[in-house]
């Protein structure tokens, strides 16, 4: 589980994340969405392993609370960016979705530099 407990290892994951989602978004309709999304999902299965691991070394400091409130706006910003493209297939609306997505992707983006195992960005 030391080789998930990676702070590069994550930041990658969701990088790809965040482009393969806005791939998916830009194709809106066909093959080609469909085989992002799926895609997408399987990285979705990274993002959590590593975050999960980030958890776990970050539970062993004092800052456990942050951490867990940085894993809730992770697994939120993975369920907009689904309930998004979900939505976009169906032909619904999904205004809501995105703004909650952008306020929970800074929440946890804050959060994620913010905290000891993340990087001095915002310090």
Known sequence: MDFLANTHLHITA????????????LLKTGKGQKITHMV?????????????????????SDMGMLYGFKFLGGI?????????????????PTTMFWVLLFVFLFITMFLGFSLPLGSSFLA
């Open 40 to 60: 997408l999902r399987l990285v979705y299965v990274f993002i959590i392993l590593t975050g999960v691991a980030l958890f776990m070394v970050g539970m062993d």
């Open 76 to 92: 939120l910003v993975i369920g907009m960016m689904e309930m998004i493209l979900v939505r976009m297939k169906k032909q619904k």
């Open 14 to 25: 969701w990088v790809l994340g965040i482009i393969l989602f806005f791939v998916s978004v």
